[in-house]
T-cell receptor
Framework: DGGITQSPKYLFRKEGQNVTLSCEQN?????MYWYRQDPGQGLRLIYY???????QKGDIAEGYSVSREKKESFPLTVTSAQKNPTAFYLC???????????????FGAGSRLTVL | GENVEQHPSTLSVQEGDSAVIKCTYS??????FPWYKQELGKRPQLIID?????GEKKDQRIAVTLNKTAKHFSLHITETQPEDSAVYFC?????????????FGQGTILTVHP
């Protein structure tokens, strides 16, 4: 899957529960990203990390949390504070800047979260 | 922040025709403009990108043009084929260490009829 593995592929959650989505990459990329996609819409940035032990909020960070303890891993926790969490979540990574060409941002296969 | 508008939201063409999708952006600092193709239930795949020091880039049947003055860029697909049917997204970022911080358009559903 292009070196980025997301799990689980499908996840169901009851209201009030926290869930954690896994993202692992073996591409030796420094930067990693979490995007959210809602039906019929483009992707929106949740959180990103450009280096281990550091991360920044994106455009829609409320109700989400992340950690970056290892270069290879960037898990996303969807907390009970996220009011509308049902969506398709995509993790991505990017090689160090300066960039040499195509495939700047490589996406994982995604995790589809449904709140019951 | 950046805002990217994409048109049309749906586009239907006959096989062999050309397809054009247009995007406008608001932040004059943006200098990297990728296009992604997403098939149903799959991850977005980069199909072509352009940086602000270039006005046009072509890769076989796909081309992208950029007008920095007007803040718009377009995707051109020639000789369309049924396998081109998908959702296409444009995006923009300010480059440098922010290459991955993309602002996406709303997407265009392209349908190519045999």
């Amino acid at each position: 899957d292009g070196g980025i593995t997301q799990s689980p592929k499908y996840l169901f959650r009851k209201e009030g529960q926290n869930v954690t989505l896994s993202c692992e990459q073996n591409l030796n990329h420094d930067a990693m990203y979490w995007y959210r996609q809602d039906p019929g819409q483009g992707l929106r940035l949740i959180y990103y990390s450009q280096i281990v032990n550091d991360f920044q909020k994106g455009d829609i960070a409320e109700g989400y949390s992340v950690s970056r303890e290892k270069k290879e891993s960037f898990p996303l926790t969807v907390t009970s504070a996220q009011k509308n969490p049902t969506a398709f979540y995509l993790c991505a990574s990017m090689p160090p800047w300066p960039l040499s060409g195509a495939n700047v941002l490589t996406f994982g296969a995604g995790s589809r979260l449904t709140v019951l | 922040g950046e805002n990217v508008e994409q048109h049309p939201s749906t586009l239907s063409v006959q096989e062999g025709d050309s397809a054009v999708i247009k995007c406008t952006y608001s932040d004059s600092a943006s200098n990297y403009f990728p296009w992604y193709k997403q098939e149903l239930g799959k991850r977005p795949q980069l199909i072509i990108d352009i940086r602000s020091n270039v006005g046009e880039k072509k890769d076989q049947r796909i081309a992208v043009t950029l007008n920095k003055t007007a803040k718009h860029f377009s995707l051109h697909i020639t000789e369309t084929q049924p396998e081109d049917s998908a959702v296409y997204f444009c995006a923009a970022s300010s480059g440098g260490t922010s290459y991955g911080k993309l602002t996406f358009g709303q997407g265009t559903i392209l349908t190519v009829h045999p």
